[in-house]
């Protein structure tokens, strides 16, 4: 199965090691993650769970890659949420970061998924956009 790819970037007026921190703080994840809680649960291990109880699913991930504060590459292991997804942090304008996150999936449920994908791109994209703006006013207005 090809994998699907979405992404957003939103630029945010704090410094990257700032935003990388608190990306990469999985228990804050619920203040700026549309309806997900997280938490690490080994060295390189983390499980964010998405909805409201019960209903929802639990994506495990197994961190890749870690280079703060610019870059965290994750592996969705879990049963609905497979593949990659990278977040990465760049410094921008005025001392401030553009954060840049970037899914590659598989699709859940095969052929189905994948024929799905075109409309529920949007609306993940959406979401991810959304996050990243509650995640970017969780963060100091003026760097420095």
Same mark, same amino acid.
């Given at each position: 199965?090809?994998?699907?790819?979405?992404?957003?970037?939103? #630029? +945010?007026?704090? $410094?990257? %090691? #700032?935003?990388?921190?608190?990306?990469?703080? /999985?228990?804050?994840?619920r203040?700026?993650?549309?309806?997900?809680?997280?938490? %690490?649960?080994?060295?390189?291990?983390?499980?964010?769970?998405? &909805?409201?109880?019960?209903v929802?699913?639990?994506?495990? +991930?197994?961190?890749?890659?870690? #280079?703060?504060?610019?870059?965290?590459? +994750? #592996?969705?292991? &879990? !049963?609905?949420?497979?593949?990659?997804?990278?977040?990465?942090?760049?410094? /921008?304008?005025? &001392?401030?970061? !553009?954060?840049?996150?970037?899914?590659?999936?598989?699709?859940?449920? &095969?052929?189905?998924?994948? =024929?799905? /994908? $075109? =409309?529920?791109? $949007?609306?993940?994209?959406?979401?991810?956009?959304?996050?990243?703006?509650?995640?970017?006013?969780?963060?100091? =207005?003026?760097?420095?």
């Amino acid at each position: 199965m090809r994998p699907v790819y979405v992404g957003a970037a939103v #630029e +945010m007026a704090a $410094p990257p %090691q #700032e935003v990388f921190a608190l990306i990469t703080d /999985w228990p804050r994840h619920r203040e700026w993650m549309f309806m997900t809680s997280a938490r %690490q649960v080994g060295e390189r291990r983390v499980e964010a769970y998405t &909805g409201v109880r019960p209903v929802g699913f639990l994506d495990t +991930m197994t961190i890749l890659v870690w #280079e703060p504060p610019s870059h965290v590459l +994750m #592996e969705h292991t &879990g !049963r609905l949420v497979r593949g990659r997804g990278a977040i990465r942090v760049r410094p /921008w304008r005025g &001392g401030g970061s !553009r954060v840049i996150w970037a899914e590659e999936l598989l699709p859940p449920l &095969g052929a189905a998924g994948r =024929a799905l /994908w $075109p =409309a529920a791109r $949007p609306i993940v994209a959406g979401l991810a956009r959304c996050s990243l703006r509650r995640l970017a006013r969780l963060l100091p =207005a003026d760097p420095g």
